[in-house]
């Protein structure tokens, strides 16, 4: 049917479709196990696998030189982890301290957390290692298909037309997805694009907002509010109190909270550390979900609500404990503007108070059980740092497998995938079609699937579903060495 429509048929053995992290941890481990780049193309609209994550990170105010929240073996560019990024910078600066700190760590010292730079840095050199580029078809996948005679049709609309015309068509035996998240979290009812004065006000953290920062500059006394308690949100803090100690922007800040820790909670053994209203905890998962008891106690449940309640513990919004943040905290309270404002989002209305400035009245509900009125809050600026929104039907094509396909879903509303993480539902003759990050949430195997570590463990337990179907050969022990060794050379998988 494909080819009686005029398209251009192109045939490729493996599709990774987002072209983001998750792409690239599955692309390299594949690569590194030996599948020639012949056999896979990635379809993907970024110039750099890392694009999407570093305007992400540019916006919620952590540049290049900055330092993210992941660990030092967490690396992107290597499947071993070793040597770590603390080892690298350590060796790389002559400095034998940081060694020293790294071995002393979390009990004499706190993580070490690598530079945004690094991150893009190597995952540049890997790229080149592995032949990324030459896997690359610069596009939109706009729908995946199964085949009559098994596999998928992947339907693309490349960036810049070839003479085909303006639709790719790609058939292929296996395809993976990692697109990301399709939307980003605002205020209920916020209509941004309808009213672009209020757009201008109310921002998400993870959408170019400096104009903020600009205008509160140019304005002294701006009230702002900020919205979450996860690190992004932290990152916004220090740049507003930062200005404010630079620029003398006497700038008021309101944080809405939706939950305060003034200090420990939970039962004995699930206890969670907190304090000045954030709840602590190093890195996004605790480190006992990537492999240790916890992991272990969540592959142990059997249905999916005792899961999702497990994991939305787990998932909880959290900071590391850093003393230069709870420093800054502790000194806006005590000097009277830094507020705490406990409740959920309600809706947003402009509120022009005559003067053309174009205000922004934000409804603060209270919490269930707390007996307190609405709050109305004034502001002149709204940035909003609650997240992202992990609904996959606002995502076209994953909406579209969904309602077209019939893949099927889990309790948490995405994908419900097997151990090697396929979509099995969408299984088509010798074909098969994996998932990973976001949209395999709530999975019965792991839970931090948007971690890098997550995204390394989708890839090795898909590698091990493609050995048995003798597409790649399997990277044992001796085979992982040698290709460690090649790593270390720079020299091509």
Not at 116 to 145: C, F, H, K, P
Not at 206 to 224: D, L, N, Q, T, W
Not at 240 to 253: C, K, M, N
Request: some cysteine; glycine content about 12%.
């Amino acid at each position: 049917m494909v080819q009686s429509h005029g398209f251009e048929i192109k045939d490729v053995p493996f599709v990774a479709i987002g072209g983001g992290i998750g792409t690239f941890a599955m692309v390299d481990f594949l690569r590194v196990a030996g599948l020639p780049v012949e056999s896979m193309t990635v379809v993907t609209p970024a110039l750099r696998p890392y694009s999407n994550l570093e305007s992400q990170l540019d916006n919620s105010q952590i540049p290049r030189d900055a330092r993210i929240r992941s660990g030092s073996g967490d690396r992107m560019d290597s499947i071993w982890g070793w040597p770590g990024y603390g080892m690298e910078e350590a060796f790389r600066r002559r400095n034998p301290l940081m060694l020293l700190r790294l071995a002393a760590e979390p009990v004499l010292s706190e993580y070490y957390t690598p530079r945004a730079s690094q991150l893009y840095d190597t995952m540049d050199r890997e790229a080149a290692r592995i032949s990324w580029n030459r896997m690359v078809v610069a596009g939109m996948a706009r729908v995946v298909r199964k085949r009559t005679e098994g596999g998928y049709f992947v339907v693309v609309d490349p960036l810049s037309p070839g003479p085909g015309g303006s639709v790719a068509v790609l058939s292929a035996r296996y395809v993976h997805l990692s697109l990301g998240v399709a939307a980003v979290r605002h205020f209920p009812g916020f209509e941004g694009g309808a009213d672009p004065e209020q757009a201008k006000r109310a921002v998400n953290v993870y959408e170019a907002h400096e104009h903020v920062y600009e205008e509160i500059r140019r304005h002294p006394g701006s009230k702002v509010l900020v919205r979450g308690a996860a690190s992004s949100s932290m990152e916004v803090l220090g740049r507003l109190i930062a200005d404010r100690d630079s620029y003398g922007t006497a700038v008021e800040i309101f944080h809405l909270y939706h939950s305060f820790f003034d200090g420990p909670k939970g039962p004995a053994r699930f206890r969670i550390p907190g304090g000045n209203g954030f709840c602590y905890q190093p890195f996004t998962f605790a480190k006992g979900a990537f492999g240790g008891q916890l992991h272990r106690r969540y592959g142990a449940l059997q249905s999916d609500a005792e899961r999702i309640d497990l994991f939305t513990k787990l998932a909880s919004t959290a900071i590391p404990k850093r003393k230069v943040w709870t420093s800054r905290i502790e000194r806006g309270r005590r000097e009277g503007w830094y507020h705490t404002v406990l409740g959920a989002a309600g809706c947003l209305e402009s509120a022009d108070g005559g003067d053309g400035s174009g205000h922004v009245r934000a409804h603060v509900e209270p919490l269930a059980g707390t007996g307190e009125a609405e709050r109305v809050l004034e502001v002149d600026y709204v940035i909003d740092a609650a997240g992202v929104d992990i609904d996959l039907r606002k995502h076209s094509l994953l909406a579209d497998l969904v309602d077209c396909g019939g893949a099927r879903l889990n309790g948490l509303g995405q994908f419900a995938v097997d151990a090697s993480f396929e979509i099995d539902s969408m299984h088509s003759g010798n074909g098969r079609l994996f998932a990973s990050g976001f949209a395999t949430l709530g999975n019965p195997y792991l839970i931090p699937m948007y971690s890098f570590w997550g995204y390394h463990y989708v890839a090795w337990a898909v590698h091990r579903k493609l050995a048995e179907d003798g597409f790649v050969r399997r990277l044992g022990t001796g085979r992982s060495v040698a290709a460690w060794w090649r790593r270390m050379r720079m020299a091509e998988p």
